[in-house]
């Protein structure tokens, strides 16, 4: 009975190492999206494109300030306004 215990402890513990290392990995992961979001988003300010993206799943449109400007400047300009 006490092997099984000692092996099982054995089990969590390695299990808890692979929790803690998948973790450090997704925290990793998630500062580089960000850093890849920011750097995205720096190039298409710069760049002054206008951009839209549709989303199917939630049928959700996203337009940056540039594709209004670009689709009808006049009324950009009143909606800064």
């Not at 513990?13 to 450090?24: G, K, P, S």
């Not at 710069?46 to 939630?58: E, P, R």
């Not at 996203?62 to 800064?80: E, I, L, S, T």
């Amino acid at each position: 009975m006490k092997r099984m215990v000692e092996e099982l402890e054995q089990h969590r513990h390695h299990l808890e190492q692979l929790i803690d290392e998948r973790t450090e990995e997704l925290k990793v992961t998630l500062k580089r999206i960000r850093l890849s979001e920011e750097r995205f988003a720096f190039a298409l300010d710069a760049a002054n494109d206008g951009v839209w993206d549709w989303s199917l799943q939630t049928n959700q449109v996203y337009c940056n300030p540039a594709y209004f400007h670009m689709r009808a400047p006049v009324a950009h300009a009143a909606m800064q306004h």
